[in-house]
């Protein structure tokens, strides 16, 4: 819903229109100043946007599987799992 939010007023600041104006429905011919150059700006910052959101996902995929072997670390020593169980004892 943030995301949506964050849209709603990229749209609304290049095209002059309040947020609430903005709906589903809402194009071309709801809005006086949507002519072609704000019509790139739109797109260029709507990509941007896009761009921002596909890093900070890039990001959190780069987390996830560290956060899941410390879960699992976790969960071992609760279960009273040592950390040299299983490996062989050095010659």
Known sequence: MEQEKKIRRIIADI???KEEKITETFG???AAM???LNNLQ???ALEEEKSR???IIRDIQGVIPHYEALIAAE???DR???ATDG???AS
């Open 28 to 30: 071309p011919n709801d």
């Open 42 to 44: 739109l797109i260029t």
């Open 53 to 55: 959101i596909d890093q």
């Open 75 to 77: 969960r071992a020593l």
């Open 87 to 89: 490996v062989p004892a």
């Open 34 to 36: 949507w002519d072609s």
């Open 80 to 82: 009273g799992v040592k």
């Open 15 to 17: 095209l002059d229109v």
